[in-house]
């Protein structure tokens, strides 16, 4: 694949509906974006499912991943979305408007610099901190605190990915919102500085 630039890619077997991608971000194949604001230098590797969410930047998302599935009105006679999808199957019948702004309403925000694992579920309404991991094939039904691990079903906190001290430098030090050519010209010291070293470069800077 050629160099990723300002202008997203997207899979020609990706479907991205009523969304707005980043600068250098990447939809891989067969992968279907609903109404998803998607940061800058995020990718999703493929087989993707995402709705009615926000994700920041630099968000690796795994294959197989869904991220805000949708809920049916399980509260009523039937589950089947004839109620709310009523234009499939009759002329004279509307679609229930109701139901889908409960869905924008619900949707999943997604800090920067996170990772999903493969086949990771996060359940709408959730919120995921910036930092996060979130281990293959976890389903995520409650918020994400920054720079925190979790997996399981339902996931809970594994451990942290760096002490508290050091996720609030990282969350303070914002390098994600740095431009291009400052992210290329650090890319040596984020390869071989331990974080530590590389918050105390930065934060002088």
């Given at each position: ?107 999943v ?12 579920i ?10 996060a ?12 605190a ?29 390098w ?30």
């Amino acid at each position: 694949m050629a160099r990723l630039s300002e202008t997203p890619w997207i899979d020609p077997t990706s479907r991205v509906i009523d969304s707005t991608l980043g600068a250098y971000t990447e939809v891989m194949a067969h992968s279907w974006l609903l109404e998803v604001d998607f940061g800058a230098y995020s990718y999703c590797a493929g087989r993707n499912e995402i709705a009615y969410s926000r994700i920041g930047k630099f968000a690796n998302i795994a294959s197989g991943c869904r991220i805000c599935p949708t809920n049916h009105p399980y509260q009523r006679a039937s589950l089947h979305h004839f109620m709310y999808r009523a234009s499939n199957y009759w002329d004279d019948a509307e679609d229930e408007a109701e139901v889908f702004e409960e869905r924008r309403r619900n949707g999943v925000t997604v800090g920067h610099d996170t990772w999903f694992g493969y086949n990771a579920i996060i359940m709408p309404g959730v919120t995921v901190g910036t930092g996060a991991i979130v281990a293959a094939g976890a389903v995520v039904t409650k918020d994400v605190a920054p720079y925190s691990i979790v997996g399981g079903v339902a996931a809970s906190e594994i451990k942290p990915r760096f002490p508290a001290r050091i996720a609030e430098r990282l969350l303070a030090l914002e390098w994600w919102d740095w431009d291009h050519a400052t992210l290329r010209a650090r890319l040596a010291d984020f390869r071989r500085l331990p974080v530590e070293a590389f918050l105390e470069t930065y934060e002088r800077a």
